[in-house]
């Protein structure tokens, strides 16, 4: 049995960095034609773009804000006119703040809320008259959301909730053959880890590894195996999943 994804559609959100740009460009290699979207300009996007047009394919990179209804719509709308239908939705666009709770913000939870989930919501409702039978959807969750993390509680919220969420549309739409799930991620090495200064970073490198059953960190690519299983006829019977994706962190 093979992967066989080339030629199918999909939509990721938040592709451009981190997890994201891992899943992008791992469908791309497999044949999948691609648009993603993000929020800022920056070398991110442009490099992202050079290296989906040597790799070839339908791709598209553009502008899209997933809390907004009517940027969302226009995302939906390029979908339709490019692909005439979409093989997968992966929800992978989000945001995360470290706030003490008594202290956290209105404005902020409701950031965090309407990104993570509010945006996930408005995504799926509006990809659904694309979507047919065999047709995946992905929502980007956390380990974080079983064990609960300090200063993360709208965050951890979220990803909770994201659960629920696909559990229950899997229930709703297994009938048309429509598949929901989602990918619990432990501690990915990403460029925003990279970023931090040194002490610190290799501080983080060791102090999660440890928790780790495998002993390290995961990468973009191994998220995107994942997403590339679930996006295939391999995982045709698995609806309603969380997968963990954590290295068997503790």
């Known amino acids: 049995m ?7 559609k999909a939509l990721v959100t938040g592709g451009t960095r981190g997890c994201g740009r891992g899943i992008v460009l791992a469908l791309a290699r497999n044949g999948v ?18 290296e989906l047009k040597e790799l070839g394919g339908n791709h598209h990179v553009v502008r899209a804000d997933v809390t907004q209804p009517e940027q969302i719509d226009a995302l939906l709308a390029l979908a339709q006119q490019e692909f005439g239908s979409l093989d997968l939705v992966v929800n ?8 003490p ?4 913000p209105l404005e902020e ?19 659904l008259p694309l979507l047919g039978a065999g047709a995946s959807v992905i929502s980007i969750g956390s380990k974080s959301s079983e064990v609960g993390i300090p200063l993360r509680a709208h965050y951890t919220a979220t990803k909770h909730a994201l ?3 696909s559990r229950s549309l899997a229930k709703e739409f297994g009938g048309k053959g429509i598949r929901f799930n989602t990918l619990a991620l432990g ?34 690519d191994e998220v ?13 019977y698995v609806t309603g999943a969380t997968i963990h994706v954590d290295g068997g962190i503790s």
């Not at 093979?2 to 199918?8: P, Q, V």
């Not at 409701?110 to 409702?125: A, C, E, K, P, S």
């Not at 931090?196 to 990468?219: F, V």
Request: proline share 2%.
């Open 163 to 165: 659960r629920g969420l």
């Open 101 to 104: 709770f008594g202290e956290l």
């Open 109 to 127: 939870w409701h950031r965090i809320i309407d990104t993570n989930l509010t945006g996930t919501f408005l995504v799926i409702q509006r990809a």
């Open 92 to 99: 992978n666009a989000g945001a995360i703040s470290h706030v």
């Open 2 to 8: 093979t992967l066989n994804l080339s030629g199918r």
């Open 224 to 236: 995107a195996g994942a997403v590339l299983f679930l996006a295939s006829d391999l995982a045709r």
């Open 187 to 220: 501690v990915i090495h990403t460029e925003e880890l990279d970023a931090r200064p040194q002490e610190t970073r290799e501080a983080m490198i060791a102090q999660y590894s440890a928790k780790t059953a495998l002993g390290r960190l995961g990468t973009p």
């Open 33 to 50: 034609d691609v648009i993603t979207c993000y929020q800022q300009d920056s070398e991110a996007v442009a490099s992202l773009t050079r």
